[in-house]
């Protein structure tokens, strides 16, 4: 009697996993048809982005903070590309860069924004706008790099605005 319940048990565990498991994948095939070509193009660069860096921790190429910094930042690319692709309904995305604190630098140079006093859609240095933070494993900035003609746009502006 002790058996039987034991692989009842066992056989419910695990049609249970199953079940679950297909209707994950249903809610992924839902979702990839969700967006365009452009917006699945740039979730499935992400994810084979994921693959390079599972590969290379698997081979011991990478170090474990090295792979848990670059996961984490491919989860916050793939968070705002998703919102953004949500919020516009459109099948665009800018370039999106995704930096933590201490990366600030690698954007910005010697002199970075301090992150406390940027807001959310604000242009900074004609180059990026704040896209703002995600928090995936560690909190990370996102930015949207403004293309040639945006760039453009904003230097005509202000030359426009010191002129007297």
Do not use: W
């Amino acid at each position: 009697m002790a058996t039987f319940k034991g692989r009842l048990s066992a056989l419910s565990l695990v049609a249970f996993c199953a079940l679950t498991s297909v209707h994950a994948n249903q809610r992924l095939q839902v979702s990839s048809d969700e967006f365009g070509p452009v917006v699945r193009a740039y979730l499935g660069y992400l994810k084979n982005e994921q693959e390079v860096v599972d590969d290379r921790v698997s081979r011991r190429e990478v170090s474990t903070n090295y792979y848990r910094h670059n996961s984490n930042r491919i989860k916050a690319l793939r968070q705002m590309a998703i919102r953004l692709a949500r919020e516009t309904h459109n099948d665009y995305l800018p370039e999106l860069e995704a930096v933590s604190g201490a990366e600030m630098g690698l954007l910005f140079g010697s002199n970075p924004p301090p992150p406390a006093q940027m807001k959310i859609g604000e242009v900074l240095r004609n180059t990026f706008r704040f896209l703002g933070v995600v928090r995936s494993g560690e909190v990370f900035y996102l930015f949207a790099r403004l293309d040639p003609y945006e760039q453009a746009e904003l230097n005509e502006k202000q030359s426009a605005v010191r002129r007297p």
